[in-house]
């Protein structure tokens, strides 16, 4: 066989994909086994579960972009429709060299659950390109994101499936995708993607959104066992937009913020940090390390400080097996997406720290863009208070509906959760029927 056809081949196949898929295969592994025990403990009935067990739709595009030097280099990229029984699609767009098809179709099945949690009429979906937007110019990124919107052309728009920001994007890709949609329309549709630039129809909230929102949800797990977040302790293990939102709101609701820690190193004072001072230094452009108004710690320490509230909100896997035994917190808040294994989940349930999990915890950037996509149609724009207030009280019911679950069920936090997604999802397939 001709070397070239050996090549293109072997390209086809991807095979290059295989280990990453190892890692997304275990991915859509577990959201297809968390489906199976929502199932379980709401009693689903099994054609219901084998319907929201399918990908309704799947698809990927091979696509070539003209780069720097001149060449020509294909990208994949792929969009995963879940389920629609709900509404129309939503969900991000990652760019990573880790995209595959496995992670895809787990992140939109989860993305499914989380918007049915919150309350919002979307369906779960995701996408994503399979690059490292670190070793590309912006010119290179910005021919990818336009040939991308435009093979995707025929599976999304404004009302049926949604972008959004995800790993590796942001309000600039999502500028770029609602300017090619329009142009192809001929008309202005900004609302065909969210988490865009407040001057191009993105929402006022938007960006602190998802911390605020894990601040309501502590205050509201605090308020539920007759505590009051103004006498709490925090702990915050990342301190990027989620960790800093959530130490800005928290200590706004007069929290004491204990200590947080980003990848350079913890700092913790144990009289409650100034969080405006020390946002002040990170916007100069510092890390944590360099914080002098406190101790330094490691970032293994700080996961295990006592206190009322732990909010992991940097990376997956960082309560294990290995230190779940030694949290001294009496709450775990997930910030970040994942930040608990499993093994790690059963330790601290034995101990009866009690764990909010992601799917809920950190819904509230979620829940703000689907006002983005609502004020964009209605072409009436909130004030910040507004999409405050929204989120608070859309945040705090789905928490009540969530915990009722945990005790109609006898279930813990995380299992409710996904009883409510999966449930609600089921419900309107019941009511819909099997079309034809
Ligand atoms: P970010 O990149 O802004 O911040 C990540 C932070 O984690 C940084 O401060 C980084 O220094 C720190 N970090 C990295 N490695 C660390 C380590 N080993 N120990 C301690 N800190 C470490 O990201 P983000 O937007 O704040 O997202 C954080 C997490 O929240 C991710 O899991 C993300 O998927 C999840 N999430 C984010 C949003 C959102 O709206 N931004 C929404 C839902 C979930």
Same mark, same amino acid.
């Given at each position: 066989?001709?070397?070239q056809v050996?090549e293109? &081949?072997a390209?086809?196949?991807?095979?290059q994909?295989?280990?990453e898929?190892?890692?997304?295969?275990a %991915?859509?592994?577990?959201a297809?086994m968390?489906?199976h025990?929502a199932?379980e403990?709401?009693?689903l @009935?099994?054609?219901?579960?084998s319907? =929201?067990?399918a990908?309704?739709?799947?698809?990927i595009t091979?696509f070539?972009v003209r780069?720097?030097n001149g060449?020509?280099q294909?990208?994949r990229? !792929?969009r995963?429709?879940h389920n629609g029984?709900?509404?129309p699609?939503?969900?991000?767009?990652? !760019?990573?060299?880790?995209v595959?098809i496995w992670?895809?179709?787990?992140?939109?099945? #989860?993305?499914t659950?989380k918007c049915?949690i919150i309350?919002v009429?979307?369906?779960?979906?995701?996408?994503?390109?399979?690059?490292?937007?670190s &070793?590309?110019s912006? &010119?290179?990124?910005?021919?990818i994101?336009r &040939?991308?919107t435009?093979?995707?052309?025929?599976v999304f728009g404004p009302?049926?499936?949604?972008?959004?920001p995800? %790993?590796g994007?942001?309000?600039r890709e999502?500028?770029?995708?609602?300017?090619?949609?329009?142009?192809?329309?001929?008309?202005t549709t900004?609302?065909c993607?969210t988490?865009? !630039?407040?001057?191009?129809g993105g929402?006022l909230g938007r960006?602190?959104?998802?911390?605020?929102?894990?601040?309501?949800?502590t205050?509201?797990a605090?308020?539920?066992?007759?505590?009051?977040i103004s006498?709490s302790?925090l702990?915050?293990?990342?301190?990027?937009?989620?960790?800093?939102?959530?130490a800005?709101?928290?200590?706004?609701m007069?929290?004491?913020?204990?200590?947080v820690?980003?990848v350079?190193?913890?700092?913790y004072?144990?009289?409650? =940090?100034d969080? @405006?001072?020390? #946002?002040k230094?990170?916007?100069?452009?510092? %890390?944590v390390?360099d !914080?002098?108004?406190?101790q330094?710690?490691?970032n293994? @320490?700080?996961?295990?400080?006592?206190?009322d509230v732990?909010?992991?909100?940097a990376?997956e896997?960082?309560i294990? @097996?290995?230190?779940a035994?030694?949290?001294?917190?009496? %709450?775990?808040?997930e910030?970040?997406?994942?930040p608990?294994t499993?093994?790690?989940?059963i330790? #601290?349930q034995q101990?009866?720290?009690r764990?909010?999990?992601?799917?809920l915890?950190?819904?509230?950037?979620v829940?703000?863009?689907?006002?983005e996509?609502?004020?964009d149609i209605?072409?009436l724009f909130?004030?910040?208070d507004q999409?405050?207030d929204? #989120?608070?009280?859309?945040m705090?019911l789905s928490?009540?509906?969530?915990?009722?679950?945990?005790?109609?069920?006898?279930?813990?936090?995380?299992?409710?959760a996904?009883?409510?997604?999966?449930?609600?999802?089921a419900?309107?397939?019941?009511?819909?029927?099997?079309?034809p």
């Amino acid at each position: 066989m001709p070397q070239q056809v050996k090549e293109r &081949r072997a390209a086809a196949a991807r095979p290059q994909d295989q280990e990453e898929t190892a890692e997304g295969r275990a %991915m859509f592994d577990d959201a297809q086994m968390r489906l199976h025990t929502a199932a379980e403990v709401i009693d689903l @009935e099994p054609w219901l579960e084998s319907v =929201l067990a399918a990908m309704q739709m799947e698809f990927i595009t091979d696509f070539p972009v003209r780069m720097d030097n001149g060449g020509i280099q294909i990208f994949r990229g !792929y969009r995963v429709h879940h389920n629609g029984a709900r509404g129309p699609f939503k969900g991000g767009i990652r !760019y990573h060299p880790s995209v595959s098809i496995w992670e895809v179709r787990a992140l939109a099945m #989860l993305m499914t659950w989380k918007c049915a949690i919150i309350d919002v009429p979307y369906a779960g979906a995701k996408g994503g390109v399979v690059c490292d937007p670190s &070793r590309l110019s912006a &010119r290179e990124l910005e021919g990818i994101t336009r &040939r991308f919107t435009t093979e995707l052309t025929p599976v999304f728009g404004p009302n049926t499936d949604i972008l959004a920001p995800d %790993m590796g994007t942001g309000p600039r890709e999502m500028a770029w995708i609602a300017d090619t949609y329009s142009m192809h329309q001929g008309v202005t549709t900004l609302s065909c993607v969210t988490g865009k !630039y407040p001057e191009l129809g993105g929402s006022l909230g938007r960006k602190e959104a998802t911390g605020r929102g894990i601040t309501i949800i502590t205050d509201a797990a605090l308020t539920e066992r007759g505590e009051h977040i103004s006498k709490s302790s925090l702990v915050v293990q990342g301190f990027g937009n989620v960790g800093q939102n959530v130490a800005a709101t928290a200590s706004h609701m007069g929290a004491k913020i204990l200590a947080v820690s980003d990848v350079t190193g913890g700092v913790y004072n144990e009289n409650g =940090l100034d969080v @405006e001072h020390l #946002l002040k230094h990170m916007e100069s452009g510092k %890390m944590v390390a360099d !914080y002098r108004e406190g101790q330094s710690l490691g970032n293994d @320490e700080i996961l295990l400080l006592p206190c009322d509230v732990l909010v992991p909100a940097a990376l997956e896997n960082q309560i294990t @097996e290995k230190n779940a035994g030694q949290v001294q917190a009496r %709450m775990i808040v997930e910030g970040a997406n994942g930040p608990l294994t499993a093994e790690a989940d059963i330790i #601290l349930q034995q101990r009866g720290i009690r764990v909010v999990p992601d799917i809920l915890a950190n819904a509230g950037g979620v829940l703000v863009s689907y006002f983005e996509w609502v004020q964009d149609i209605s072409q009436l724009f909130w004030t910040l208070d507004q999409v405050n207030d929204t #989120l608070d009280k859309k945040m705090r019911l789905s928490y009540e509906m969530v915990s009722q679950a945990a005790r109609d069920y006898g279930v813990d936090m995380r299992t409710a959760a996904l009883a409510v997604g999966v449930g609600k999802n089921a419900d309107a397939l019941r009511i819909r029927g099997i079309y034809p």
